[in-house]
């Protein structure tokens, strides 16, 4: 298994309205995307550390190959207006994926 995490900073002040977008596109992904392959996935922002203005955009897939035909199917048309829309928010330059091979699972 495998996490996957699509990091960026926003604006200051902007967090709201990239969420927005990405939350749209999120449900654009799983509708017409091979993100539906994905075990799960969550939105992340900073709290302590990290400014409130990084987010975590993160999936849980079960294999580097699943996660593979995800990010090549983003290519497609339906998903031009959510990266046109987030585009403009985006701190140039700070957007990148970290990739985590999952070793062990513990249970409280």
Same mark, same amino acid.
């Given at each position: +298994?495998?996490?996957?995490?699509?990091? %960026? @900073? /926003?604006? $200051?002040? *902007?967090?709201? @309205?990239?969420?927005?977008? +990405? *939350?749209?596109?999120?449900?654009?992904? !799983?509708?017409?995307?091979?993100? *539906?392959?994905?075990?799960?996935? &969550? %939105?992340?922002?900073? +709290?302590?550390?990290?400014?409130?203005?990084?987010?975590?955009?993160?999936?849980? !897939? @079960?294999? %580097?190959? @699943? !996660?593979?035909?995800?990010?090549?199917?983003?290519?497609?048309?339906?998903? *031009?207006?959510?990266?046109?829309?987030?585009?403009?928010?985006?701190?140039?330059?700070?957007?990148?994926?970290?990739? $985590? &091979? /999952?070793?062990?699972?513990?249970?409280?």
């Amino acid at each position: +298994m495998i996490i996957c995490q699509w990091h %960026l @900073d /926003v604006q $200051y002040g *902007r967090q709201g @309205d990239a969420l927005a977008v +990405m *939350r749209a596109w999120g449900t654009e992904k !799983f509708a017409s995307s091979e993100f *539906r392959r994905a075990r799960g996935a &969550r %939105l992340l922002c900073g +709290m302590l550390g990290p400014s409130a203005s990084h987010i975590v955009d993160e999936y849980e !897939f @079960d294999s %580097l190959a @699943d !996660f593979e035909a995800a990010l090549a199917g983003m290519s497609g048309p339906q998903f *031009r207006r959510h990266s046109d829309a987030l585009a403009p928010l985006i701190v140039p330059g700070s957007q990148h994926w970290v990739v $985590y &091979r /999952v070793l062990e699972e513990q249970r409280a």
